[in-house]
């Protein structure tokens, strides 16, 4: 028999409710169908039909979580209320409290860009605290886009004095030569989630002055090569597809007062060999290095549509019963 309970909400602003349901009371159907209950608001109150006690404790829970982060101005959207309920489930709703107190940086419009779950937020004290950080994780994730627009914030802030954004060309290889074009013609279509980033926060105009000065430079991960990089930011995209000697050549590029961050998704190494990933043979390596720090990122931390969501845990379910055989399968 279902039991009935009901959230006073009366000290808070009509606004913030509506917002809250969400358009056509979208989101209240997320958590309908997240706990499969009946969820109505009535005047100043949210009443819940539920059998078990346990999920009426978890939806209030999720309720007061997204209140909280509109307080914080935050415009809530479906995948925040969806996020919400998949940690009210795993117990770690709590986790999120402060996931969107700091900003990673703004963009050009003035809209404050944050940390949109745990794993992302992590990512960023990661990046603030570690000169050099790996952020592994499943694709949609975010790492790339955070860590490149923590890159421009500290642009903005003369923090550091240049943007190094770089990544294995083609996968599995740099073969660049039967391309058409100059270099940055051959390069610019596998960097294009690095541009998005860039464009947000810097805006399309400024993106291509820094280009031109050289402020920021965007190269295929062989020309690091022979080189040491100082004041600057350089992020390594692609990492799962380096070979392990191209991971070395690159860590070793790192000049005095720079930061570094690494990012791959070891589900899309495209190499012939999965187990000769650089990136592999690196969080194996390095791991327990002070200064050095790991991040893993997972389905939960998908920013993308929820089914890209549902698909990648597919996928990871599927996986699971490879075992190491699977690394080594290719």
């Known amino acids: 028999m279902d039991r009935k309970y009901t959230i006073e909400v009366s000290d808070k602003d009509m606004n913030q409710i509506v ?59 479906e995948r925040d209320v969806d996020y919400c309920c998949r940690l009210a489930k795993l117990g770690k709703i709590k986790e999120i ?26 990512l960023l004290q990661a990046m ?13 994730t975010g790492k790339t886009y955070l860590a490149v627009v923590y890159a421009a914030n500290l642009l903005k802030k003369g923090e550091i004095k240049k943007i190094i954004l770089t990544r294995p060309a ?5 073969n660049l030569g039967f391309l058409p ?14 541009y998005d980033a860039l464009y947000d926060t810097l805006g399309n105009e400024q993106v291509e002055k820094l280009l031109e000065k050289e402020v920021i430079e965007i190269a295929p991960l062989a020309y ?18 380096t070979t392990r000697a191209q991971m070395k050549m690159f860590l070793t590029r790192m000049g005095f007062h720079s930061r570094i961050v690494i990012t791959g998704d070891v589900t899309q190494i495209d190499l012939i060999k999965k187990r000769d990933s650089g990136l592999l043979n690196a969080k194996q ?9 790991f991040v893993e990122l997972t389905s939960l931390d998908v920013v993308r549509h929820p089914l890209v969501q549902k698909i990648i845990e597919r996928y990871e379910k599927e996986e699971e019963g490879y075992g190491e055989d699977f690394i080594n399968r290719r």
């Open 128 to 140: 603030r605290h570690a000169e050099i950080v790996f952020a592994t994780g499943v694709a949609g």
């Open 170 to 174: 083609v996968e599995a290889g740099e």
């Open 285 to 293: 390596l390095l791991y327990g290095i002070e200064g050095i720090s």
């Open 19 to 77: 917002k809250l349901c969400g358009p056509n009371d979208k989101h209240l159907d997320v958590i309908r169908e997240a706990f499969t209950c009946q969820l109505t608001l009535r005047d100043n109150q949210f009443v819940i039909l539920c059998e078990q006690e346990d999920t009426i404790n978890k939806i209030k829970e999720v309720l007061q979580a997204l209140f909280d982060m509109m307080d914080q101005h935050i415009d809530l959207s």
């Open 181 to 194: 074009g100059d270099l940055k013609e051959k390069v610019d279509p596998y960097l294009r989630p690095l």
């Open 224 to 241: 690091m090569r022979g080189r040491t990089l100082d004041n600057a930011f350089i992020i390594l995209d692609e990492a799962q597809n």
């Open 97 to 122: 409290g402060n996931t969107y107190q700091q900003p990673v940086g703004k963009t050009i419009n003035g809209k404050m860009i944050y940390p949109k779950t745990i794993g992302q937020r992590q």
